[in-house]
Each structure stands twice: as structure tokens, then as C-alpha cells.
């Protein structure tokens, strides 16, 4: 009998607290290559990390051309860079396309190599988010636009080897960043929590990230300046990462990649004018055959101390709490209202469909959608 194996994986080593990039002064080696952006140089996080690893004597090469959803061009030049360095060290500053960018520089060595026939070894991988959304300081997953088109690469050999979650690195985060990088978190959770390969250990930390997100994230979002809702948001964030590498995401996600890359939305703020719509569809609360995505909708309906009696009862108190929250951090409740022209969304709804039907995260959605399911729901959302 062939015995069906789980598993649970937990690999970066995280360092949290304000503060906590003072860490980068134990680090021991002899260079860094510090992947970054020009923001977190015009706010001086950049030379802050300069200057702590040169106090543990390590020096420092700088890459920072990654500009929100990076691309191959922004890979194949931190590669060239990358190899003019000799770095035994790599530092991730920023947020998640800064991250996903130095995942998808390493990836992209290493298979490289590999194809050449020749090792790569891989250097410290050390990650420092500077917003609370992607927790991609503790995935193997990264996201990287190719030919317009934003594609999702697994591989465990990319998840970072230490992770300092910085909460001083969050204060100076724009309200709207602050909402998309937010909500994509919650959506981390609920997708890990309601995916098929969804487990006790990922079911856990999805449950406590949404309590998290749902207590701190409109509190962050008036004000910045909230060291507890920083930290809180930013442990979400992490947690909610921590629950989706293990347990995979679903459609949201797959849609979000296709609806982003297409028309040059954010990717938290695309993955909100989904969510509920999704959530809508996996619930299927018209169809009591599988309950499987309703009764866990219902679940983290209770951990929000919500009404729930029935499963169908705790589905909809959910999606209006979900509701209730995105307005109070002046999202759009439809991609109409983001200002996409409708013509031209009809002319890539299918293609859109097409895109998320092929991509990484849908395999472990709850409710297996068809290409006109995809359509449906994008078309719906609008």
C-alpha cells in the first residue's frame, strides 16, 4: 500500500522585533551582495545595512535597479552583477518584489550552472522585508514577469536562510501600500487554510494570521506610527508565508497573476478585488455535495468570533467581514471601479482565464475551476 506522505517545512530562521537588523553585525563572511531598491536608499535603510555588515567586516556590492514586478531584465542584470562580486552573501532588502528578484537571481545561477554542468554554491540567503504582505522572507515561491506575463516559480532550494523581520522598516509605508501588502497577507491565510494540501501545522498559523489581520491591519493603516500594529501585521505576514509554502495557495492567486501582469495592477491590490469572489466560488453554497471550503470559510468565521451556527451562516459573515475591512481601507469593491475599460478587460478575460488555468497555485484549489469557471469569476469581479 502506498502510504500518502505530508510534510511540513520550516527553513528560514527568523529574527523579529524592532530593531532586529542590528543582527547583520554577527553575520560572518567576507562580502555581501545586497539586492534592493531605490527607495530603501532614499530612506536610508540601505546604508544602514552597509554599514552594519561593515561592522562585522563584511563589505558590500549594490544591486539596486529592482522595480516593482521584476522582470528578466532585472534578473539576467543582477546576475552579471551578482557574478562580478564574489559574494558569499546575499541580502534581500525590500519588499516583495525585491525579494523575488534575488530568489529569482539565485534560481537562475543555479540552473545555469547545473545546465553547464558545474556547482553553484549557494550563499548565505539572508531577507529583509520592508512591507507586510508577500512573506516571501519564508517561502520558496517568487513571481517574476516574463513577456508581460507574471510567472509563479516553486523551489525550496530558493526560501531564504535567515529572515529579520525589522517592524521600523514598515513606518514610512504609504496608506495604499499598507492596504494591498495587508490584504495579499489575508489572502495568504485564507487560500493556505482552505487548500488541498492544507494541513493541521498550516491550518494553525493560517488561523492566527487572520486574527492578526483582521485586529492590527486598519489600526496600521491610520497610522504608522503604531509600533504594535507594525509588528503584529509584519508577524502576520511572516506567519501567513510560513502556512502558504507548505500548503500551496489556489485561484485567488492564479487570477491575481493573470489580472496583474495584464493590466499593471499591484499584486495585493489585484489579489482584493478578487477575494471575494473567489471565495464565493469555492464556498458554492448553492451546492451542499462538498462543504469542504464552506465549513473551513465557517471556521475562520469563529476565530474572528463571528456568527456561525451553520456552515453557510459562518460562509457569509465571513465575506461580509472581508467586505467590512476592505472598505475601511478604500479598496474598490469591483476592478470597474480601479478603472479598467471594459472592452478592453473583455478582450483579455479568456486569455487571462487561460493564464491562471496553467499557473502554479491553481492545482490545490479547493473547487477545480474549468476555463469558463475562470471566466466567470473574473468577469463577475469586474
Known amino acids: 500500500m502506498t502510504v500518502l506522505m505530508k510534510t511540513f517545512v520550516m527553513k528560514p530562521k527568523i529574527y523579529f522585533s524592532e530593531g532586529s537588523m542590528e543582527f547583520l553585525k554577527e553575520i560572518k563572511g567576507s562580502c555581501a551582495f545586497i539586492v534592493s531598491d531605490s527607495i530603501m536608499e532614499k530612506l536610508g535603510y540601505l546604508q544602514k545595512t552597509i554599514d552594519y555588515l561593515n561592522e562585522s567586516g563584511i563589505k558590500s556590492a549594490v544591486f539596486t ?15 552579471k ?38 556547482e553553484f554554491k549557494k550563499p548565505l540567503f ?57 490584504i495579499d497577507a489575508l489572502v495568504h491565510a485564507i487560500e493556505a487554510y ?21 485586529q492590527n491591519l486598519k489600526t496600521l493603516y491610520n497610522d504608522t506610527s503604531d509600533v ?61 455535495s462538498n462543504r469542504y471550503a464552506a465549513e473551513k470559510y ?3 468565521a469563529t476565530v474572528l468570533q463571528l456568527p456561525a451556527r451553520t456552515y453557510r451562516e459562518g460562509t457569509v459573515n465571513f465575506m461580509q467581514a472581508i467586505k467590512d475591512l476592505k472598505k475601511s481601507l478604500g479598496i474598490p469593491t469591483s476592478i470597474r471601479e480601479f478603472g479598467i475599460d471594459q472592452g478592453k478587460f473583455e478582450n483579455e478575460v479568456a486569455t487571462m482565464a487561460d493564464l491562471a488555468l ?3 497555485c491553481t492545482p490545490t484549489s479547493p473547487r ?12 463577475k469581479a469586474f
Open 65 to 79: 535597479e529592482v522595480h516593482p514586478d521584476p522582470d528578466v531584465k532585472v534578473i539576467a542584470a543582477g546576475m
Open 126 to 182: 539572508i531577507a529583509i522585508p520592508s512591507t507586510s504582505g508577500t512573506g516571501s522572507e519564508v517561502t520558496n515561491f517568487s513571481v517574476i514577469t516574463t513577456e508581460g506575463q507574471k510567472v509563479c516559480i516553486v523551489d525550496e532550494w530558493m526560501a531564504p536562510d535567515i529572515a529579520i523581520l525589522d517592524s521600523t522598516c514598515l513606518q514610512h509605508v504609504p496608506q495604499q501600500v499598507v492596504a494591498d501588502t495587508g
Open 194 to 214: 482552505v487548500s488541498t494540501e492544507a494541513t493541521d501545522c498550516t491550518d494553525a498559523l493560517a488561523e492566527k494570521a487572520v486574527q492578526l489581520i483582521f
Open 81 to 118: 552583477r551578482y557574478l562580478e562580486t564574489n559574494a558569499d552573501t546575499i541580502v534581500a532588502l525590500g519588499g516583495g518584489s525585491v525579494i523575488d528578484a534575488a530568489k529569482g537571481i539565485l534560481y537562475s545561477l543555479w540552473q545555469f550552472r547545473k545546465a553547464a554542468g558545474e
Open 368 to 379: 477545480q475551476p474549468s476555463r469558463e469557471d475562470l471566466i466567470a469569476i473574473l468577469q
Open 358 to 360: 496553467q499557473d502554479r
Open 298 to 300: 465557517a471556521k475562520l
Open 228 to 288: 504594535c500594529a507594525r509588528e503584529r501585521i509584519q508577524n502576520a505576514s511572516c506567519i501567513a508565508g510560513m502556512a502558504f509554502t507548505n500548503a500551496n495557495l489556489g485561484i485567488n492567486h492564479s487570477l491575481a497573476h493573470a489580472l496583474g501582469g495584464t493590466f499593471h495592477i499591484s499584486h495585493g491590490r489585484a489579489n482584493a478585488l478578487l477575494l471575494s469572489t473567489v471565495i464565493e466560488y469555492n464556498a458554492n453554497l448553492n451546492d451542499s
